[in-house]
């Protein structure tokens, strides 16, 4: 059997074992989390063209599981305690109800994490955190200008409310019915808690949301500013909605369901009607683990399942008038005897002999490999990574946004758990891209954060030359501060971007706020007299610095003296002091109190607004 090569970038080995089901999820603005029995690992990416280190350069953020009080309580304990044995025994040892008891500590250990849509809640913007527990908490976290993370919504309290208000929704499920209580009133309780449970989640478009529940409802929100509201529920007749999966072609809503029971279901839902159609009707018992839509045309609909120890690819398509589905084509793989953990599709860029259908499939147990949809178990391709899993399974799979990076999480194996106390779980990253499709991604004209990183940490360890080429300004800039280090050309041409970037938001600047103060308009005029070649720019600066002397306007901030030396990023006084220059106004930051990018730390006056570099696209944050 052929293998495909992958080369082994790094190994973090973590003190703990995982336990979840979807541990791995890396957002678009490139941080990558993972879910571990001890909390919650962050690794944001940081581009710093400057760090001499062959590793990649990640920022480690951790939120860790602490048990708490439980704020959803369904049943007090008071009232518990007076209840029939029998009943009061069916609701503690029911394991969802179990959740919502009194007695119960909330716990953080998490059975999914993801990333939200980018978005605004109250003051926050950006990708939150998603997490769902296995005690049913639905949380949103977010980052504090890069200073530890905290929990901004609990989305599982809108849901006990929802629920409250609207018990007209909370409908009753066929394949719960024999185990209900036969008192209305705790049948109640019982049908809230399963509502409340929340196990998946599609998250498509910052306005809306829809998540899959153990008590078989899909539910639909509407999101608007910090406002979570309920706006819709459908009862299903699964046992429980393991895995969903969302498109919207018009005005209709096509969500793909999948179930405990093995089935997968089409819900169409419109303004004037919903339709729930059969996609795979065999009630397998093998559990739906992962829907992903491949491709959203309505005619020619393709989705991916993810079904135990199977992958399976289903073409098909869809009536939006007559609310009818037909499969046109079905295909599947065997991953082996153990769970399949992970999918990811190959983009055929990254692996010119592959098919633009090929998949990267990881199990619990054996080797990885590649699949395309019409081959055979025999003829899929293992992928050939030199690292020694024996004494290990795997628990996820997934890529960095432009799949530059991959990474495996894995945990010491049941059967040699005499390695726990050493190793108990670690991170494998590696790569598939060659040294020359490394060099064809950076140059091109996307601006790829993980790719550069990659490029970064390739070309100190091994010499990767620099691009002939650029179509992107912000990428050539970055690589060139990357390669100054060693060549003076690149440093010349980094010095020689930096000038054009400076002068462009330095204009913007001007004709955005006309009316600058005289110091601040100063220092601007200064730095495009020196570089600019516009004459019309050139008249204007000159003008305004013939009224306006720059020993005039700009002093040093320690001493007060006179600035001598004006350079590219900072300005010196006649005794030493160096003051770095803000890299959109120009003006000589003294106080510590300016902003800074997170990546290449080049500095931002308090002033300005922006929220991403104008060198490296990287989040600009506040000095601490």
Known sequence: MIKMAAKLVKIY????????????????????????????????????????????????????????KNPDILLAQERLTQLPLELKDMLLQDRVFASFNEDVESQSDMRYVGWSPHMKIAEHQGHFLIGLGYDYTFSLHFSQNGDGWVVQKNLRSVLLSHAQLKKSDLKDNKRFTCLYPSDPAYRDLYKKAYFAATICISWKSAERLITGQEGGEVVFWKVKDDLFQIVDVYQTDLPSVTAIDTMVHGDRQVIFVGSRDGTVHCLIKSSKQTSFLPVWDEEDRLKVINIKILKEDPKNCKIL??????????????????????????????????????????????????????????????????????????????????VDRTHYCSWGLTASPNQAIFCLLESVSSFNDHLTMREPGRLVIFT?????????????????????????????????????????????????????????????????????????????????????????????????????????????????????????????????????????QYVT????????????????????????????????????????????????????
């Open 13 to 68: 080995n973590y003190p703990t074992q995982i336990s979840c089901e979807t541990p791995l999820a890396w957002s678009p603005d490139h941080r990558l989390a993972i879910a571990t029995k001890k909390g919650i690992f962050i690794y944001s990416l940081v581009l710093d063209p400057f760090n001499t280190s062959t590793d990649i350069n990640t920022k480690k953020d951790f939120i860790p599981t602490e048990p708490c």
């Open 305 to 386: 399942l993810a079904k135990a120890n199977f992958v399976i690819v289903i073409k098909m398509a869809i009536d939006l008038n007559k609310n009818a589905v037909k499969i046109l084509e079905e295909h599947a793989v065997n991953a082996g005897l153990s769970q399949v953990v992970g999918v990811e599709q190959i983009s055929v860029e990254d692996a010119h002999e592959l098919t633009e259908d090929t998949f990267l499939i990881a199990a619990t147990k054996g080797n990885m490999f590649f699949w395309t949809p019409g081959q055979t178990d025999s003829q899929k391709t293992d992928l050939g990574l030199q």
């Open 432 to 568: 598939l891209a060659s040294h020359e499709q490394i060099r064809e991604k950076v140059q091109g004209p996307q601006f790829m954060p993980d790719y550069l990183e990659l490029f970064r940490s390739s070309y100190v360890k091994s010499g990767l030359e620099l691009p002939d080429s650029y179509e992107n300004v912000h990428a050539k800039w970055w690589i060139n501060s990357v390669g100054a280090q060693k060549s003076q050309t690149a440093r010349d041409i980094c010095q020689a971007v930096e000038i054009e970037l400076r002068m462009t938001a330095a204009n913007t600047f001007t004709e955005k706020f006309p009316k600058l103060d005289k110091k601040i308009r100063c220092a601007m005029y200064e730095f495009l007299q020196k570089h600019t070649k516009d004459k019309k720019i050139l008249k204007k600066t000159n003008d305004f610095l013939r009224r306006n002397p720059v020993d005039e306007c700009m002093e040093c901030d320690v001493c007060k003296g006179k600035l001598q030396h004006l350079e590219l």
């Open 573 to 624: 006084c006649g005794k030493g002091h160096q003051l770095p220059r803000c890299t959109v106004t120009q003006f000589p930051l003294g106080v510590p109190s300016y902003r800074f990018c997170s990546w290449c730390n080049s500095p931002y006056a308090a002033s300005v607004a922006h929220s991403t570099c104008i060198l490296c696209t990287g989040p600009i944050l506040n000095f601490q």
